[in-house]
């Protein structure tokens, strides 16, 4: 099993509780799919798996690799092999693309990054996804449009190819080219790597391409239904409300 969730309980510092008692596994080589109606806790869910200090978990387990990281940093998270994609990424001034990249890169595996084998398979991973290479030399995010910063997000997960990878809201705003090229690069992430991946969506246009192997259904912080492919399908045209109560 490569994350198993037990019992998790979180909540923000404030002391509002979001996540009761959700139990998730997951195992390599897998894609679930995250859905549910809005303030359901499907970003907290992402956010308590990857560390965001914002989120206090105050009861239940987080194993990774057989490890319980239920306490560890997200460094150390992102280390051990787990990454997630943002609604909402951020600007960072002062540091391009490329040397953000290639620093995770080196944070990640600890090795010396090779120039000249960096280099070609950045302008392999932003060809896929229809970036301008120029974008390589900019700073993070600065100035990029929304699909642009998306873009990038999944530029970093082909790069890093980590083992679990949370892709929250990856397709939130994006015109219907930009999310083919996503979803694109999404599938090349799933040939290059046995990785697994947590999609949390509201659109099915992301997942076309892609073998789902678990739906979950996720209300008031709490899984209430999980299923195969089909159930986010079934979603798609009869909506939530035969789940919440």
Do not use: W
Not at 125 to 151: I, T
Not at 186 to 191: G, L, M
Not at 204 to 229: Q, R, S
């Amino acid at each position: 099993m490569l994350l198993d969730v037990q019992n998790l309980n979180a909540g923000l510092e404030d002391g509002k509780q979001i996540l009761n008692d959700l139990n998730i596994k997951i195992d390599a080589g897998e894609t679930h799919v995250l859905m549910g109606p809005n303030g359901a806790g499907k970003s907290s869910l992402g956010n308590a798996l990857m560390g965001n200090p914002v989120y206090k978990i105050t009861g239940g387990k987080i194993f990774f690799k057989d490890q319980d990281i239920t306490n560890e940093t997200s460094d150390k998270r992102a280390k051990a092999g787990m990454f997630m994609s943002f609604q909402s990424p951020l600007e960072v001034p002062g540091i391009s693309l490329e040397a953000f990249i290639r620093s995770a890169i080196q944070q990640k595996t600890g090795e010396h990054v090779k120039l000249f084998q960096f280099q070609k398979e950045l302008k392999r991973c932003m060809e896929l996804l229809d970036m301008n290479p120029d974008y390589a030399k900019r700073d993070l995010n600065v100035g990029f449009s929304g699909g642009e910063r998306k873009k990038a997000e999944i530029l970093q997960l082909l790069m890093l190819k980590p083992d679990f990878a949370i892709l929250d809201e990856t397709d939130s705003g994006l015109d219907v080219d930009a999310i083919r090229f996503v979803a694109k690069g999404i599938e090349e992430y799933r040939k290059l790597t046995n990785g697994a991946l947590l999609i949390i969506t509201h659109t099915t246009k992301i997942l076309e391409g892609l073998n789902v192997d678990y739906t979950h259904v996720i209300v008031k912080g709490h899984i209430v239904k999980t299923g195969d492919g089909k159930l986010f399908q079934e979603i798609n045209k009869k909506g939530f409300e035969e789940f919440i109560s």
